[in-house]
Structures are given as C-alpha cells and as structure tokens.
C-alpha cells in the first residue's frame, strides 16, 4: 500500500503509530529493475527535540530508509551536529548503509541571519558516490536567496548516471522571485561542472497557494522549454486540512528528464504535524538511458 500525488486515498487516516508500521516501510515496486528513488523532504524545525524523541525520529529514519537519496531541509540545530547524529540513528536498522552530505549554515548575508538553516542529502552508499565538491551556492553579490541552495553531484554506482541535486527552501514572501533565480543556479552549475547537463532540483519551493500561482511560475525562465516539472501544481505535500499545497517540487532539465522513469508521489505517511507539516516527495529514475 502506498500513497501517490493522485489523490489515491485521500482522506484515509491512521492512528500515527500504525501509520509508521503499516506505510514507512512499503513501497510501491518499480517496472524498472535498474532504477532509484530521489526524496525531498522538508522536516519542519529539525533540531535537538525532535533528534531525542525516539518515536519521531525512528519515524523520520523509516521515511529516509525507503529512499536512495533524501535531501533534508529545514534542519535548525544552530551546532551542526544533527545531520550526522541522524545518519547513525539511520544506520542503526536496516541493511543499507547511508552517509550524509551536509551544508554549511544557510542566510550568510546579514539580512539573512534570522532565515538560516542547514541542508542535508543522505544517501545509500551501496548505489551512489559524491563527486567533486559540494557547495552552497556563492550568493553574495546579488543575493538571490535568504537560504542559499546547496549542490551535490552524484554518480551511481551502477549504470552510467551521474547528475547534480540542487535543493532550496525558499523563502515564503520571496517565493516566485526565489524560484526564478534557480535558473541562474542550473547556469552556475553547468560551469562549476563542466559538461553536466543533468540537473535535478528539489525541495521546498513553497510554490503554490498564497505565496505562488501558477501564472506568476509560468513567467519565469525555470517553467521554460529548458526544464521539466514533475510535481504538478494541483499535488498535496503540505499536512494542512484547510489547504491542498504543492510546495514541494521536482524541477529536471531536458538531459535529466531522459532518465526519469514518470513514477512520482506523495508518501503520505505519517498524519500527524508533530513529525512534520510537510510530506516526503518522491521522483524515479533510471541508472541508464
């Protein structure tokens, strides 16, 4: 059993507990053997408190082990030290193994300090491999961002796929200006890694409800013919029972598209907003052309 983006059980609840069992450890199978799975998962105010709450965070582990690669947001431990400490709680069941690559702490800018976060992307090592360096994007001079993306590139291990995850939370009031300016990100890769032309974007854009419609998205040069959007406009991935939101999205451009297989959902698998206020988003992907 499992939930998809097309509304395929909406509505069903489950007590929290019987959700863990019944939905973190199931996934749909794929047609394609040589294939993977990208999450984006915003982790509302991810700190210390949520770290030691054994139910949440054994919850939260369950959500990343069903992935190949998670790329994590909203982390707000002001130490640093979370990501890695998760990675272990990760570790500690299952029999993939994952490492992490964290950023540094987001909002550099000095108008951007009270907006800082880090971001993580946990990743099965058996499958995939960090290439080169992975770095926050240098924002300084015309500062786009309050939260500066962060930029991995990935080669699997299996196959010939290598590509570059770019993931952003924007700001809310600062949403459609934030998401147009991903595309001078995609731009800026290209040239830190030259001849990558596979480029995946995720995260919480929140582009939808009051802070983006789809007309003000579709004037930027991001909704162009240079990209595709896997998570249509109308999807859920917010908890809320007064508001049907497709903040978090999958943005591929044209080369990475190749590789998408076309599965895509929402993991709808917790209904409590104590573990987050927003659901994990899947997209699939082939190890081969």
């Known amino acids: 059993m499992f939930f998809l983006s097309h509304g395929l059980f909406k509505g069903v609840r489950f ?120 770095v926050l994007y240098p924002d300084s001079v015309n500062d786009y961002f309050a939260r500066e993306p962060y930029i991995v590139r990935f080669r699997s291990k299996k196959g010939n796929f290598s590509f570059v995850l770019i993931t952003i939370h924007t700001t809310p009031l600062k949403a459609v200006e934030e998401i147009g300016s991903l595309d001078e990100v995609v731009k800026w890769v290209e040239e830190y890694f030259p001849g990558e032309k596979d480029v995946i974007v995720v995260g919480d854009f929140n582009a939808s409800c009051t802070y983006a419609s789809p007309a003000g998205l579709d004037q930027l040069a991001i909704r162009g013919p240079g990209y595709f959007w896997v998570v249509p406009d109308d999807a859920k991935t917010n908890l809320s029972e007064k508001s049907d939101c497709a903040y978090d999205r999958f943005v591929l451009t044209t080369t990475a598209k190749t590789y998408y297989t076309g599965h895509w959902g929402v993991d709808r698998c917790f209904t409590t907003k104590s573990i987050s206020d927003h659901w994990p988003v899947w997209a699939e992907f082939k190890l081969t052309k």
């Open 15 to 134: 007590s929290v507990f019987s959700c863990y069992i019944m939905l973190c450890s199931v996934q749909a199978l794929s047609q394609y053997q040589d294939s993977f799975r990208i999450c984006t998962f915003n982790i509302q105010n991810f700190g210390n408190t949520k770290l030691h709450d054994k139910a949440r965070v054994n919850a939260l582990a369950s959500v990343i082990r069903k992935y190949d690669i998670v790329a994590v947001q909203e982390i707000s431990d002001v130490s640093g030290n979370l990501p890695k400490a998760f990675c272990s709680i990760i570790n500690g069941t299952g029999n993939k193994h994952y490492e992490v690559s964290c950023s540094q702490r987001t909002g550099r800018q000095p108008d951007d300090k009270t907006s800082q976060e880090q971001y993580a992307f946990y990743y099965d090592t058996t499958m995939f491999a960090v290439i080169g360096t992975p």
